[in-house]
């Protein structure tokens, strides 16, 4: 947690407190790119941002992280851990556009960034992946004439996803889990941006609630008690319990 400095984390968690999740994800990828301006980290490709996250969460919590859910077969909770560390040093996409053909279409494309997401979300009802192949595509024909996006068919758009799926590996992380009693197999969607962000509420409110101890017991300013060690804050922590 020293490494990118308690009271700077704090302020991203403030920070995030009044933004959306996209508004989210990316003061995360602001903690772990420094020095990047908002235009170049939504220009990102999703798997390139979300190995910067795992990269970070890597930083702050550790390599192994822990997911829970309901088995939708016998409702049984489910828990399994998932090395981050991993996730961090996955490939990055290759470089340049994409391309796939398929029965006489033919599509150059992009990997989706985080811009490209917010559009989407921002779309109306019905309208998301529309927006993301106008925003995506380079180019598209059928039997050598130009097409527009929203006239691919489904087969077409799914091996390009496909496609960006090889190319992007960290864009949309899914693990196949079995559950331990009924054996039903589900699949879960690893969204690190949101998980990390939920890690990151949690260690905020328990440093507040830390901050709030220590200030009350000794007087201290909240910077002081974010510059002691956590073996030091642990110990005063202790002794005041012990009061």
Same mark, same amino acid.
């Given at each position: 947690?020293?490494?990118?400095? &308690?009271?700077?984390?704090?302020?991203?968690?403030? @920070?995030? &407190?009044?933004?959306?999740?996209?508004?989210?994800?990316?003061?995360?990828?602001?903690?772990?790119? #420094?020095?990047?301006?908002?235009?170049?980290?939504?220009?990102?490709?999703?798997?390139?941002?979300? @190995?910067?996250?795992?990269?970070?969460?890597?930083?702050?919590?550790?390599?192994?992280?822990?997911?829970?859910?309901?088995?939708?077969?016998?409702?049984?909770?489910?828990?399994?851990?998932?090395?981050?560390?991993?996730?961090?040093?996955?490939?990055? #996409?290759?470089?340049?556009?994409?391309?796939?053909?398929? /029965?006489?279409?033919?599509?150059?494309?992009?990997?989706?960034?985080?811009? /490209?997401?917010?559009?989407?979300?921002?779309?109306?009802?019905?309208?998301?992946? @529309?927006?993301?192949?106008?925003?995506?595509?380079?180019?598209?024909?059928?039997?050598?004439?130009?097409?527009?996006?929203? &006239?691919? #068919?489904?087969?077409?758009?799914?091996?390009?996803?496909?496609?960006? @799926?090889?190319?992007?590996?960290?864009? /949309?992380?899914?693990?196949?889990?079995?559950? #331990?009693?009924?054996?039903? &197999?589900?699949?879960?969607?690893? /969204?690190?941006?949101?998980?990390?962000?939920?890690?990151?509420?949690?260690?905020?409110?328990?440093?507040?609630?830390?901050?709030?101890?220590?200030?009350?017991?000794?007087?201290?300013?909240?910077?002081?008690?974010?510059?002691?060690?956590?073996?030091?804050?642990?110990?005063?922590?202790?002794?005041?319990?012990?009061?």
């Amino acid at each position: 947690m020293e490494l990118t400095g &308690q009271a700077a984390l704090l302020a991203t968690w403030e @920070a995030g &407190q009044a933004a959306g999740r996209t508004g989210r994800a990316l003061l995360l990828h602001t903690v772990a790119r #420094p020095g990047a301006g908002a235009e170049e980290l939504l220009a990102v490709p999703l798997g390139e941002r979300d @190995a910067e996250l795992f990269g970070l969460r890597t930083e702050l919590f550790g390599d192994q992280l822990t997911m829970r859910l309901g088995c939708p077969g016998c409702s049984e909770e489910m828990e399994f851990t998932f090395d981050a560390g991993w996730m961090a040093g996955a490939a990055r #996409p290759a470089p340049g556009p994409l391309r796939v053909e398929l /029965d006489g279409w033919r599509v150059g494309f992009r990997p989706a960034t985080p811009a /490209d997401l917010a559009a989407a979300e921002q779309a109306p009802a019905g309208r998301a992946r @529309a927006v993301l192949l106008e925003r995506c595509v380079l180019t598209a024909e059928h039997g050598g004439e130009p097409v527009a996006a929203r &006239q691919l #068919p489904e087969p077409v758009q799914r091996r390009m996803a496909e496609a960006a @799926a090889t190319a992007d590996p960290c864009a /949309d992380v899914r693990l196949n889990l079995g559950c #331990p009693e009924c054996g039903r &197999q589900t699949l879960a969607e690893l /969204d690190i941006a949101s998980y990390l962000w939920e890690e990151l509420d949690d260690w905020a409110r328990a440093t507040l609630l830390d901050v709030h101890l220590l200030a009350t017991a000794y007087g201290w300013s909240e910077p002081e008690i974010l510059a002691l060690s956590p073996l030091r804050r642990r110990y005063y922590l202790e002794l005041c319990a012990d009061a």
